[in-house]
């Protein structure tokens, strides 16, 4: 976050602070600012190398992650190894990069025009097994959102044939603009997503996907696009990776879509409007899109780590509290040269919450009656990828989960008045945060942005669209001094400044006083649902209801 900024707000005693913070029910333990600084310092320094998988930063930091969980008192809790509990849950993975540089352009009529990668474009390794891509005078064509959902009588596609076309869509939902329609209004659905469109062009057969960047419907500027997708890509190992990757994916600038909409005698944002109506039909671009790279693609082996508090008596249901360990690594530098993206706030905050969460459970006076599960997540950064392996390999029955609670991108300053999570899902986990984060005089706040898709971003995705209740906590931006104006430059700051950028570090004057205040109140909770016998579900109405209820059997 803007260092000016966080200064400014940070002219209050710590004292003061400390008292705000802290204001808590007897029962709660106390968390120490100074060790969860301490430990986002470790995790986040140039010596970790920004914690890619498949790197030297993962092996520095899986052997600390261990050595805090076991000096924190936890006991192993990964994968079963001659009869014993290991630390680490052992997670393939496709590694794909290209290597030299990707010849990229576009051909309208008798102009063809060069694309510099990471600059009007930015093209993902193929994470479809493919060791070289060549794609040469494929036509490109404009499908609108790229959505197909039936349920909403709503195509982009209208029956087009795909085969050997390169398709160009636009980010987010067609309500984003209106904020009215089909799809949710400004709050984002799974259609919105970038990760969605890619899989619907592959289910359609087209050669290649290019996403239309706008900073306001994708919620981030065009650094994080070049710096998330043209570094190392990663996937889940599949069986037809073919069946959800295109030969080729990535982004465009905006500049570029309307310089090529105009060569073709097109008006970019009247056709933007017309792709906001289900009559939206898919229009030639009359150009065509040329590239040709070498992919350097193989399968390796990240790692989850995981450990346990054991129930004292229903050890065998579980309450797990999650975070990514990983962010992007080392990529291409910065206006300052700097190519070590070390992800202070994303994410070495939440796993440093893990950690003291871990150690304030294995040190507690009564052990809790349900077992609990500190678990830290690879390559959530490459797709939520540990997650969803865990979620799709659960080391721990999912039927027998009753709940996840995920820390991602903690605020490191002072305290607020609020609190929020991730999207909008309405569920009981959310109203027992709630009715716990009153007892601190903290205030649940709506998500901020649910047009940015926070819900579909984070580690409780893969279990929520499971069936098992899940959120993903979010630092309030109503702070103690500031209020809510401060909150928002601080947010705005981040963002354009520092999220998915090497400027994402550790800095000495961070309080940690409101995130230790915050760990209170989410120790609290599951706390709460560790020595209860509840199960909570989500809303009647929700779409993971299903799911949830389909294990029941397992519950009784």
Avoid at 389 to 412: C, E, F
């Amino acid at each position: 976050m803007n260092k000016p900024v966080a200064a400014s707000l940070l002219s209050l005693s710590v004292a003061a602070a400390l008292s705000t913070a802290f204001a808590a029910p007897p029962k709660a333990p106390t968390f120490d600012p100074k060790r969860l600084s301490e430990e986002v310092k470790v995790l986040s320094s140039d010596e970790f190398e920004g914690r890619g998988p498949a790197t030297a930063g993962e092996t520095k930091t899986i052997e600390y992650l261990t050595a805090q969980m076991k000096a924190a008192g936890l006991q192993p809790g990964g994968d079963t190894r001659d009869g014993q509990r290991t630390w680490t849950q052992a997670v393939p993975l496709l590694r794909a990069e290209i290597t030299g540089t990707p010849q990229l352009a576009v051909k309208a009529g008798n102009k063809t025009q060069a694309l510099t990668q990471g600059e009007q474009i930015a093209v993902r390794a193929a994470l479809n097994g493919d060791k070289h891509v060549s794609i040469k005078d494929a036509p490109l064509v404009f499908l609108g959102y790229g959505v197909k959902a039936p349920e909403r009588n709503w195509d982009d596609f209208k029956g087009i044939d795909l085969k050997g076309k390169v398709a160009v869509v636009l980010i987010n939902d067609p309500d984003f603009e209106t904020g009215q329609g089909d799809f949710g209004g400004k709050a984002m659905t799974y259609y919105g997503r970038w990760t969605y469109k890619y899989e619907e062009a592959a289910r359609q057969g087209a050669a290649g996907l290019l996403i239309v960047h706008e900073t306001d419907p994708a919620s981030y500027g065009w650094a994080t696009v070049k710096n998330s997708n043209t570094n190392t890509m990663f996937d889940v190992v599949r069986d037809d990776p073919k069946a959800v990757h295109a030969p080729m994916e990535g982004w465009i600038q905006r500049d570029l879509a309307v310089e090529l909409f105009k060569q073709a005698g097109l008006d970019f944002d009247a056709l933007k409007k017309q792709a906001q109506t289900r009559d939206f039909k898919p229009v030639d671009l009359k150009a065509s899109f040329n590239a040709d790279y070498d992919v350097d693609s193989k399968v390796i082996t990240s790692q989850n780590v995981a450990g346990v508090v054991k129930g004292s008596k229903r050890p065998d249901e579980y309450v797990i509290y999650s975070a990514h360990w990983d962010h992007l690594g080392v990529g291409q530098p910065d206006a300052e040269g700097d190519t070590i993206y070390n992800g202070a706030v994303d994410n070495a905050t939440g796993t440093a919450a893990l950690i003291e969460m871990g150690r304030a459970f294995a040190n507690a006076k009564k052990k809790p009656e349900r077992s609990v599960v500190f678990l830290a997540v690879t390559a959530e950064e490459k797709g939520l990828l540990g997650s969803e392996y865990y979620a799709s390999r659960p080391l721990y029955p999912l039927g027998k989960t009753v709940g996840v609670i995920n820390t991602d991108a903690l605020d490191p300053h002072g305290p607020a008045r609020n609190f929020n999570i991730s999207g909008s899902a309405k569920l009981d986990l959310i109203d027992q945060l709630v009715a716990t984060a009153a007892k601190w005089n903290v205030a649940y706040s709506p998500d901020p942005k649910p047009e940015a898709g926070h819900f579909f971003r984070s580690d409780h995705f893969p279990f929520a669209k499971r069936g098992v209740p899940a959120i993903s906590f979010g630092s309030g931006n109503d702070l103690v001094e500031g209020g809510v104006e401060a909150g928002r430059k601080m947010e705005e700051a981040y963002v354009d400044d520092r999220y998915h950028q090497p400027a994402d570090e550790w800095e000495a004057d961070w309080s940690f006083t409101g995130m230790a205040r915050d760990l209170q109140i989410l120790y609290t909770l599951g706390s709460d649902l560790a020595n209860s016998k509840q199960w909570p579900n989500w809303a009647a109405d929700s779409e993971f209801r299903a799911a949830r209820d389909a294990s029941a059997a397992e519950r009784k």
